[in-house]
């Protein structure tokens, strides 16, 4: 589900970015759906990464990237259930990219990074190969409701809360910040600008 959503969502991004034909289309739904979880694998040294071992992902992350590129005219007029599916790839990946790190053996502190390197890792490549700056970098709540959604799952699971109510609870409380972040504009800290002086070095 997680890889069908991504795929769907990265490959109409991509569409609106750049003017490209079917392979490009494909190639960049398949990158934001498995990218990030590809890093994730290559980081903990899981060779090869999952996505090249079982065809699955690579067969499901094909079809959402044909779906969006077939009904791309209809799908831009539905842009609420797009942002629906965005939120919950980024929900699914956070909370099983967590997990897959603690089984893989990582640390609590890493398995949280790694479960939003798995949720925003394959988005942040998409925009990077349309040569424009990475949604996680220009605004808006992502990357933040990802590490809490991995932070949830890695606690939760210290603590020794059952699997699916946990994952419930922290992929939730991901899509619910996020989308609460859509819906009133929220976005991290921003560094603040200090006008140029006058009497700095080359000052008007």
């Known amino acids: 589900m997680g890889v069908f959503a991504f795929a769907l969502d990265g490959a109409l991004t991509a569409m609106r970015a750049a ?3 079917l392979f490009g289309v494909v190639a960049l739904g398949v990158v934001t759906a498995l990218g990030g979880g590809a890093l994730r694998d290559v980081l ?3 060779l090869p990464p999952a996505s090249f071992s079982d065809w699955r992902y690579l067969f499901v992350a094909t079809c959402g990237a044909l779906v969006a590129f077939w009904g791309h005219p209809l799908l831009r007029r539905l842009s609420r259930p797009i942002l629906l599916s965005d939120t919950a790839g980024l929900s699914l990946f956070c909370v099983t990219g967590s997990a897959i790190a603690l089984e893989a053996g990582a640390g609590p502190g890493q398995a949280v990074l790694l479960g939003a ?3 925003i890792g ?3 490549l998409r925009d990077v190969l349309v040569r424009r700056v ?4 220009t605004g808006g709540l992502y990357a933040v409701p990802a590490l809490l959604g991995a932070t949830i799952a890695v606690a939760g699971g210290r603590l ?3 699997g699916l109510p946990l994952a419930l609870a922290a992929g939730g409380s991901c ?3 996020r989308l609460l972040g ?3 504009g929220w976005h991290a800290p921003r560094a603040r600008l200090v006008p140029r002086q006058l009497d700095e070095p080359g000052g008007a």
């Open 122 to 124: 394959g988005g942040t």
């Open 117 to 119: 390197v798995s949720a």
């Open 182 to 184: 859509l819906r009133y």
């Open 175 to 177: 899509a619910a910040l």
């Open 134 to 137: 990475p949604t996680v970098l």
């Open 160 to 162: 020794g809360a059952d």
């Open 44 to 46: 903990l040294g899981s």
């Open 19 to 21: 003017h490209l034909d």
